[in-house]
C-alpha cells in the first residue's frame, strides 16, 4: 500500500468520509509512528483552522476496541446476517473513531474540511446512515425475522422501493441509452 | 436520443471550432442509438456492485428501434424495448413498472444542455478496441454532477460513460468490453421465456397540482406527477420525477398517518436518497427525495415541496 492511499485514507477517516476499508486500512496502520505523525499534524492544521489549540494524538485503537467490545455478536444464522453484523460494527467504530476525533477538538460541526478547497453545505450528516440503508436493504427479502418496529422498518421496506421506483422509471423513459437499465439491474444483485 | 432539431445546426456556423465539434458530436450521439444497429457487451460499476451486460440493438427499416438488453452474471435481468418503451421485463426489475403514458419522449437538447453544463472535447481513447473521442459535461452550478462520455469516433455511440462528482471523484462507470456495428440476428432479438410481459401497476391517477416545490435547481422540470399506491403499505404516495436533460430525480410523498420515522440520507453509488418528516395541516408527510444528483442539492428539494395548490405555477 503506498503512502499516499493512506494518506488518503487517514485524510478520509478524518473528514468522516471513510468507507469501511479506508477505515480498515487505517486501523491497521495505526500503530505506525508515521501515520500518527501524519494524524497530528492533520489534527494541527485542522484546529488552526478553528484557532484551537490542541495536543492530538492518535488513539483510536483502544476507542475502535471499546467499541467492539460493546457491540453485541452478530447473529450467525445466514451469510445476509453475517454481513449486516459486519456493517453493524463497522459503523460503530466509525461513531467510536469520530468520538475519538472530538474528544480532542470539540468544534468540528462547521464542516470545515482540509482535503476540500470549497466548503461543503452545511448540514448535519449523521455518519451511520449509509451502511445502515445497505444492511437494511440487504436483510428486507432474504429472512424472516421479524422486523423492528418504528424508524428502521419504514426506512427498511421504503427506501429500497423508493431507490427501485426511480431507476426504474428512468429504465422506461423513451430515448434512453442502457445506462438507467444498468442501474436499475445493480440494485437487483446483492 | 433523437436526433437534435436542424435550427440549432443552423445557429452553429459563427461559433468556434472547438463549440461546434462539441455540437457535432452531441448531435451524432443523439443520431446514434435511432440510426445505427450494434451488439456487444458492456460492464456497470458503482460502489457496492459490479455487474456485465450484454445488448443487441437493431434499427428496423421502418426505422422502429428494438434493444434487448441482459445481465450475464448473477441474476438474468433481461429487458426487451420496442422504441423505448418496454415490453417484457424479468424477475424482480418488472415489480415497480408504472403506467406508460406518463412518459414524454425524452431528446438530447443540445442547447438545453449548453444552459447548465460546460461542454468541451477533452481528447480521444480507445475503448472496447475502437478509437473514441472524450466529451466533458462540467456542471456549471453544484446541483448536478458531471459526466465524462467517450464516444464512438466511426458511430457516435456512447462506449464509455462516467458519472462525476463534484471533487472528480468517480460515481459509476458503464463501459463497453466489446462492440460491433452487424445487425443482430431475429434469434438473438428473441427474449427468453423469463421475460415477462410488461404489467403495469394502477396509477390512481395524476397528482398534478396537488404538491408543488418553492425551489428546484435551475433547468429540472416535471416529467412525472402520479399518486401510486405503495405495494409495502395500504398509503397512496405522491411521485413526482424531475429532469434537466441528462440527471434526475425522483421525489416520494407519503402521509405517516402518526408513525414516528426519523429523517435519514444515504448515498448508494451515484443515487442519493433523502428522506424528510414534513407537517402538512393533514398530519405529518416523508418526503422522500431520490437521485442522481448531490446530497446538499435533495435536501434543499426535500425541504421546499409544500402542499396545496400553487397560486401560480412554480418554477
Redesign the interface.
Known amino acids: 500500500m503506498s503512502r499516499e492511499t493512506l494518506q488518503e485514507s487517514l485524510s478520509a477517516v478524518m473528514d468522516n468520509e471513510a468507507?469501511e476499508l479506508e477505515l480498515r486500512r487505517v486501523l491497521t496502520a495505526s500503530e505506525n509512528g508515521e501515520l500518527r505523525g501524519t494524524w497530528s499534524r492533520y489534527q494541527i492544521a485542522r484546529a488552526a483552522m478553528h484557532r484551537e489549540l490542541l495536543v492530538p494524538q492518535l488513539d483510536i485503537a483502544s476507542a475502535v476496541s471499546a467499541a467492539l467490545a460493546d457491540e453485541a455478536a452478530p447473529a450467525r444464522k445466514t451469510p445476509i446476517w453475517r454481513s449486516v453484523g459486519r456493517v453493524a460494527v463497522a459503523a460503530s467504530v466509525t461513531v467510536a473513531v469520530l468520538a475519538g476525533v472530538r474528544f480532542y477538538n470539540q468544534d468540528d460541526l462547521s464542516g470545515a474540511q482540509l482535503a476540500?478547497q470549497?466548503a461543503?453545505?452545511v448540514?448535519s450528516?449523521?455518519q451511520v446512515?449509509?451502511p445502515?440503508?445497505?444492511a437494511g436493504?440487504n436483510s428486507s427479502e432474504e429472512t424472516g425475522e421479524p422486523a423492528e418496529v418504528?424508524?428502521a422498518s419504514?426506512?427498511e421496506?421504503?427506501?429500497p422501493?423508493?431507490?427501485?421506483?426511480?431507476?426504474?422509471?428512468?429504465?422506461?423513459?423513451?430515448?434512453?441509452?442502457?445506462?438507467p437499465?444498468?442501474?436499475?439491474?445493480?440494485?437487483?444483485?446483492r | 436520443m433523437r436526433a437534435i432539431p436542424l435550427y440549432l445546426l443552423g445557429g452553429l456556423l459563427a461559433l468556434p471550432v472547438q463549440a461546434t465539434e462539441v455540437q457535432d458530436l452531441l448531435g451524432r450521439l443523439a443520431a446514434a442509438e435511432r440510426q445505427q444497429s450494434f451488439q456487444g457487451t458492456f460492464i456497470y460499476e458503482r460502489n457496492g456492485s459490479f455487474s456485465t451486460h450484454a445488448v443487441w440493438h437493431r434499427v428496423e427499416e421502418g426505422g422502429e428501434v428494438r434493444e434487448r438488453l441482459l445481465q450475464l452474471d448473477g441474476p438474468a435481468q433481461e429487458v426487451l424495448k420496442v422504441d423505448g418503451q418496454a415490453q417484457c421485463v424479468s424477475g424482480s426489475l418488472a415489480d415497480q413498472v408504472s403506467e406508460g403514458q406518463a412518459w414524454p419522449a425524452r431528446q438530447l437538447d443540445a442547447e438545453q444542455l449548453n444552459s447548465w453544463y460546460d461542454i468541451r472535447v477533452a481528447g480521444h481513447s480507445r475503448i472496447a478496441n475502437r478509437p473514441a473521442v472524450v466529451l466533458v459535461l462540467a456542471p456549471k452550478d453544484q446541483h448536478r454532477y458531471g459526466f465524462e462520455l467517450h464516444l464512438d469516433r466511426e458511430t457516435g455511440l456512447p462506449l464509455k460513460s462516467l458519472l462525476l462528482n463534484e471533487r472528480g471523484q468517480l460515481l459509476e462507470r458503464f463501459q463497453f468490453a466489446q462492440l460491433d456495428t452487424s445487425v443482430p440476428t431475429e434469434n438473438a432479438m428473441q427474449p427468453s421465456s423469463s421475460c415477462r410481459p410488461v404489467r403495469f401497476r394502477a396509477a390512481d391517477s395524476m397528482a398534478e397540482g396537488s404538491w408543488r416545490s418553492d425551489w428546484l435547481p435551475p433547468g429540472f422540470t416535471l416529467t412525472t406527477a402520479q399518486v401510486r399506491r405503495e405495494p409495502t403499505a395500504d398509503d397512496s404516495v405522491t411521485y413526482l420525477m424531475y429532469g434537466d436533460g441528462l440527471a434526475r430525480f425522483s421525489v416520494f410523498l407519503e402521509p405517516l398517518k402518526g408513525r414516528a420515522v426519523e429523517d435519514a440520507r444515504s448515498q448508494l453509488g451515484p443515487t442519493v436518497a433523502v428522506s424528510r418528516r414534513m407537517s402538512t395541516d393533514a398530519g405529518d408527510v416523508m418526503v422522500t427525495v431520490v437521485g442522481e444528483i448531490p446530497l446538499g442539492t435533495a435536501e434543499r428539494i426535500a425541504l421546499s415541496m409544500r402542499a396545496g395548490v400553487p397560486e401560480q405555477a412554480s418554477q
Request: hydrophobic share 35%; glycine share 8%.
Open positions: 468507507d476540500q470549497e461543503s453545505p448540514l450528516v449523521p446512515q449509509g445502515a440503508l445497505l436493504y418504528g424508524t419504514w426506512h421496506q421504503r427506501l422501493s423508493y431507490l427501485r421506483q426511480h431507476a426504474q422509471e428512468a429504465v422506461m423513459g423513451t430515448g434512453e441509452t442502457a445506462l437499465y444498468a442501474r436499475a439491474a445493480s440494485l437487483e444483485n
